[in-house]
């Protein structure tokens, strides 16, 4: 119980700035009370579902998809500097998920032998 | 009288000259997506995926009516989406869980 007395205040920055510092993030006018923050959350999952599937074999990508996502996420990146108040965490957002579903796409031009791989016509066990 | 209206929206702060027209306008490509996949096998739908897309379809469906301006290019596009995504979430579903004795057999 004494190491849990002695591991307070001084461990991180000073307390009472971090305290400030997020108290001025909860009521910034792109914070969690606002809808420019949960939005951009929302799309965060298009992140995620691209990084799980990034594990997936490429037949289970969709060509679809994936290409309107990296055209989606390239025309978001200008719309969430461009838009007022500027919006970093749509920006942020939408710049992994550029990078996520290029690389996804370019896993599925693979496997249908646009990129020089092998056409795979089943799904193969490797 | 026609060429002033055409004007005003031609001209406008959300018009085609601008990313905040063109940004949700393509949005539908992800509905049209998921639309040309919707004859695809479910086998070949992403659980992770439609489930992202119903969930930005739901919130950004809220979300553009409480911004300003309301944004009803917006607000059509994730009820689109919202549509498409629970669409192919209740197809994969409806494979994986209900029809369990035919793919039983399949998998022979």
Redo the contacts between chains.
Sequence with gaps: MSDFAIMTVPDFCAADSCMASFKAFLNSPVGPKT??F??PV??W??V???L??MQ?PP??I?G??T???C??SG??M??AW??QPRNYLLLACHASNESVQLYQLSRWAKGQGYLGGEKKDEASSQ | MATSKFQALWNHPAGPK???F??PT??W??S???I??ST?PP??V?Y??Q???T??GV??TR?ST??TPKNWNLFSVNVAMAATGIYQLTRKIRHDYFSEEQAAVAKE
């Design positions: 809808t420019h949960w939005g929302a799309n999952g298009f995620i579902a691209g799980v599937d997936k037949e289970m969709s679809n998809m290409a309107a996502m055209i989606y025309l978001f200008r719309f461009m838009v | 601008t990313i905040h063109w940004a393509f949005k490509g992800i049209i997506a998921n040309a996949d695809k086998e070949k992403s992770p995926q489930i992202a897309v969930a930005t919130i950004w979300y409480v911004i």
